[in-house]
């Protein structure tokens, strides 16, 4: 997928502000023989961007998902383990039994929130 991540750059439009990327301006975080994520802050209006990239046999799709990680904390993320099936179904099985309120298992830092 490398020889197309180049065309890829010249498609890529900021969601917000409409501005056209440069490839140059984006990182690329991961990439595997038919699919790529991308970091990207556009120099307009400075929001940064994750775009998942595949491509098929019917040609490439992408999706832009808005963040408010800079590119070295979604290269951090992309480093950890993934979530196991079975931790999802010890969260499921500790929420669904839970009979106390969310303050009491989450630590709220902000005061504010109360």
């Known amino acids: 997928m490398a020889n197309s991540m180049m065309g890829i750059g010249q498609i890529i439009k900021c969601p917000i502000c409409g ?49 408010d990680l800079n590119r070295q ?14 931790q999802v179904i010890e969260v499921h099985q500790f929420l669904k039994n839970f009979k106390g309120k969310v303050r009491d298992f989450i630590k709220i830092e902000n005061k504010n929130l109360k």
């Not at 699919?35 to 098929?56: D, M, P, Q, Y």
């Not at 904390?73 to 079975?86: F, G, H, N, P, W």
């Open 19 to 67: 501005t056209k990327c440069r490839f140059s301006e984006t990182l690329v975080l991961a990439e595997e023989k038919d699919k790529s994520i991308l970091h990207l802050t556009c120099r307009e209006c400075k929001t940064s961007v994750l775009i998942f990239v595949s491509a098929g046999k019917y040609g490439v799709a992408s999706l832009k998902v808005i963040t």
């Open 73 to 86: 904390e979604v290269k951090r993320l992309l480093q950890r383990e993934a979530i196991s099936t079975d």
